[in-house]
C-alpha cells in the first residue's frame, strides 16, 4: 500500500514511518511539506494518489488552546474536514488521531469505543469536531490515544512527560504530581504498531482505541518512572485543585479497546510499555530493567 503520514516528524509519525516502512510505501510529510488548515496546500496529496492518509497533526497544547480556540479549531478541526474531502475524492481512506479529552470524565472506568464523547475543554472540543469532519469520507479510522510518550517527544512541548520526570529527578529538583487525575500512558510504538495492524487487516470503517492497558493517576505514573530508572528524587502527591490551568480536564479519561481484541490486535500494559521505552531511550539497561520487573 503507499500511506502518506502527515505531521511524519512528530512523536507518533515518526514510530508510525518505523512501523510502517518496508512493508509498504511511506510518503512522510511533515509542517513545511503541509499545511492542514490550508485545503489548497492539501491538494498536494492528490499528486500522490497515497491509498491511506494519516493525519497526525495536531494543536495539542491544552491550556494554550483556551487562549486560542481559532488555531485549536483551524489546526484539529479544518484541518480533519480538509484530508477528508481530498482523501475522498482520491478514494483514500482517512485516518484521524483523536484523543481521550472528547470525553468528560464522569465515567470512573476506562472508556470505550462506544461510549459517548462530551468534551469539557476547548482542545477536546476541537478534536471531537475533526472525529466528526473525518466521517465525511465513508473510508475512514479514526484512533484515539491517550498520555502519549515516544522517543522522538512531543514536538512543541519540549519532550514528555517521562522526559520531563527524569530531567527534574536528575537535577534534584522537589515534584508535584497530580494524584487524581487517572489515564492510560501510551508508547507512541505501541500506538503505532496498533494503526499498523487496523491498516494491514483491513477493518471496517470506524473508531478505535489504541491506548496500552491499565490506568493510573500521573502521580503513580512518576512513581513508576522513577522506580524503574531507579531514581528517588522528592515526589509529592497533589490535587488537581492545586494546579494552576486555564483548560478543565477530566478527571478520568482511561481508555480500552473492545474492538480491537476481536481482530487480534491486543495492547500490552503500559508498565510493561514503559520498561521498553526507558531502555530504548538509554535511561536504563535490559540487564536493569529485568531486575527491576522482578
Given at each position: 500500500m503507499k500511506i502518506?503520514?502527515?505531521?511524519?516528524?512528530?512523536?507518533?509519525?515518526?514510530?508510525?514511518?518505523?512501523?510502517?516502512?518496508?512493508?509498504?510505501?511511506?510518503?512522510?510529510?511533515?509542517?513545511?511539506?503541509?499545511?492542514?488548515?490550508?485545503?489548497?496546500?492539501?491538494?498536494?496529496?492528490?499528486?500522490?494518489?497515497?491509498?491511506?492518509?494519516?493525519?497526525?497533526?495536531a494543536f495539542h497544547k491544552t491550556d494554550q488552546c483556551e487562549?486560542?480556540?481559532?488555531?485549536?479549531?483551524?489546526?484539529?478541526?479544518?484541518?480533519?474536514?480538509?484530508?477528508?474531502?481530498?482523501?475522498?475524492?482520491?478514494?483514500?481512506?482517512?485516518?484521524?488521531?483523536?484523543?481521550?479529552?472528547?470525553?468528560d470524565g464522569s465515567k470512573k472506568e476506562p472508556y470505550t469505543e462506544d461510549d459517548a464523547p462530551n468534551p469539557i475543554n476547548t482542545y477536546g472540543i476541537s478534536k471531537l469536531a475533526g472525529e466528526l469532519f473525518t466521517k465525511q469520507n465513508p473510508k475512514h479510522y479514526i484512533?484515539?490515544?491517550?498520555?502519549?510518550?515516544?522517543?522522538?517527544?512531543?514536538?512543541?512541548?519540549?519532550?514528555?512527560?517521562?522526559?520531563?520526570?527524569?530531567?527534574?529527578?536528575?537535577?534534584?529538583?522537589?515534584?508535584?504530581?497530580?494524584?487524581?487525575?487517572?489515564?492510560?500512558?501510551t508508547y507512541t510504538k505501541d500506538a503505532a504498531r496498533a494503526i499498523q495492524e487496523i491498516i494491514e487487516k483491513r477493518l471496517p470503517s470506524g473508531t478505535f482505541h489504541a491506548?496500552?492497558?491499565?490506568?493510573?493517576?500521573?502521580?503513580?505514573?512518576?512513581?513508576e518512572i522513577f522506580r524503574l530508572a531507579g531514581l528517588n528524587p522528592t515526589l509529592k502527591p497533589i490535587e488537581t485543585s492545586q494546579q494552576q490551568t486555564k483548560a478543565r480536564r477530566p478527571a478520568f479519561s482511561a481508555l480500552k479497546s473492545t474492538k480491537l481484541p476481536k481482530h487480534g490486535i491486543q495492547a500490552r500494559e503500559w508498565k510493561e510499555a514503559l520498561a521498553d521505552y526507558l531502555v530504548e531511550k538509554g535511561h536504563i539497561s535490559k540487564t536493569g530493567l529485568t531486575k527491576e520487573m522482578r
Amino acid at each position: 500500500m503507499k500511506i502518506t503520514i502527515i505531521g511524519s516528524t512528530g512523536q507518533l509519525g515518526t514510530d508510525l514511518v518505523k512501523a510502517l516502512s518496508g512493508k509498504h510505501e511511506v510518503i512522510g510529510l511533515n509542517h513545511q511539506d503541509l499545511e492542514v488548515t490550508d485545503y489548497n496546500r492539501c491538494l498536494i496529496l492528490k499528486k500522490d494518489r497515497p491509498d491511506i492518509i494519516i493525519n497526525t497533526a495536531a494543536f495539542h497544547k491544552t491550556d494554550q488552546c483556551e487562549d486560542e480556540p481559532l488555531k485549536a479549531f483551524f489546526v484539529n478541526a479544518v484541518g480533519a474536514r480538509n484530508i477528508a474531502t481530498v482523501s475522498k475524492e482520491i478514494e483514500a481512506t482517512a485516518t484521524f488521531i483523536s484523543t481521550d479529552y472528547v470525553f468528560d470524565g464522569s465515567k470512573k472506568e476506562p472508556y470505550t469505543e462506544d461510549d459517548a464523547p462530551n468534551p469539557i475543554n476547548t482542545y477536546g472540543i476541537s478534536k471531537l469536531a475533526g472525529e466528526l469532519f473525518t466521517k465525511q469520507n465513508p473510508k475512514h479510522y479514526i484512533v484515539r490515544v491517550s498520555s502519549l510518550f515516544g522517543v522522538a517527544g512531543a514536538s512543541g512541548k519540549g519532550g514528555n512527560f517521562v522526559e520531563t520526570m527524569i530531567t527534574k529527578a536528575m537535577k534534584n529538583e522537589p515534584l508535584s504530581v497530580v494524584n487524581d487525575m487517572w489515564m492510560t500512558p501510551t508508547y507512541t510504538k505501541d500506538a503505532a504498531r496498533a494503526i499498523q495492524e487496523i491498516i494491514e487487516k483491513r477493518l471496517p470503517s470506524g473508531t478505535f482505541h489504541a491506548s496500552n492497558q491499565g490506568q493510573c493517576t500521573w502521580f503513580q505514573f512518576a512513581e513508576e518512572i522513577f522506580r524503574l530508572a531507579g531514581l528517588n528524587p522528592t515526589l509529592k502527591p497533589i490535587e488537581t485543585s492545586q494546579q494552576q490551568t486555564k483548560a478543565r480536564r477530566p478527571a478520568f479519561s482511561a481508555l480500552k479497546s473492545t474492538k480491537l481484541p476481536k481482530h487480534g490486535i491486543q495492547a500490552r500494559e503500559w508498565k510493561e510499555a514503559l520498561a521498553d521505552y526507558l531502555v530504548e531511550k538509554g535511561h536504563i539497561s535490559k540487564t536493569g530493567l529485568t531486575k527491576e520487573m522482578r
